[in-house]
């Protein structure tokens, strides 16, 4: 397995691209992730009577337990980006035609597919491992107390944050095995969404209990909004297990058809 790793990360590694895009999505992650408080702060000096009428230290977006659901949920709109790097990788091996030299020099088919699988989830991986890190560090900075092991609760939802944007970089994976072009691959990748909620949206009021079971659906389902609960809304602050395996069915079939195509494509 390191060594499909190895072989994949090779061909990344020397690729600018790879860089320039992996790097804004780490450095966005990281400031983003890291900024929150500070952004209030500057609202409020922005503000005329923000800062009065609110006291900002007393928000609870970086206090434990809050903070896991709260930081996970946000970083998980970034995925798109570093989706947009796996289509462009995958698309490349077709047009330079690498994937054709790594079948002659012995590499399977299958196995191939597993470089790449393996290079999506060490990435999601570094991904959760940042936010990871920038949960704990904030969050013993701005609690204003650390009530062991309350405060960890929400440490689960760093596992399904973690097969979010590995189902979705999956995903990105197998449009791009399929469609083969990058321009096109990101398009419809860009526009996956807005399909699936037009389908949703015609399909809801006859069969809402579906709709839970939409690929996309299912992926943002794994780390629900969890900002409804300062406007005293009710939400999910706990990972559903039906989500967890409706996530990881839609993996699995995602690389499944990935491999059906890679096998019977003349490449």
């Known amino acids: 397995m390191l060594h499909l790793l190895k072989i994949d990360l090779k061909k990344l590694l020397d690729y600018r691209t790879f860089w320039i895009i992996c790097g804004l999505y780490f450095f966005t992650l990281i400031v983003g992730a890291a900024s929150g408080m500070e952004f209030l ?30 930081l996970l949920w946000s970083s998980g709109l970034l995925k798109l980006g570093i989706g947009i790097m796996v289509v462009i990788s995958i698309s490349n091996e077709f047009t330079y035609r690498t994937i054709r030299q790594n079948i002659i020099d012995g590499l399977s088919r299958k196995e191939f597919l597993y470089s790449k699988m393996l290079t999506n989830f060490v990435l999601s991986f570094s991904s959760m491992l940042i936010v990871f890190l920038i949960a704990s560090i904030t969050g013993l900075i701005y609690s204003p107390s650390l009530d062991f092991p309350y405060g960890f609760t929400g440490m689960d939802f760093c596992i399904a944050y973690f097969l979010e944007v590995f189902a979705f970089l999956s995903f990105s994976l197998m449009l791009g095995i399929m469609i083969q072009r990058s321009g096109l691959t990101i398009i419809l990748l860009l526009f996956a969404f807005l399909i699936e909620f037009i389908i949703k949206a015609n399909l809801d009021d006859y069969i809402p209990d579906f709709i839970q079971f939409f690929p996309l659906e299912s992926i943002s389902n794994l780390v629900p909004f969890p900002f409804k609960r300062y406007w005293f809304s009710e939400i999910r602050d706990h990972v559903s297990l039906i989500s967890l395996a409706v996530a990881s069915f839609w993996t699995f079939l995602f690389n499944y058809f990935s491999y059906l195509k890679l096998k019977n494509s003349d490449i």
């Open 41 to 70: 702060k500057w609202l409020s000096n922005l503000i005329e009577g923000f800062g009065e009428s609110i006291n900002i230290n007393r928000i609870p977006l970086y206090h434990f337990p809050d903070i896991w659901q709260n």
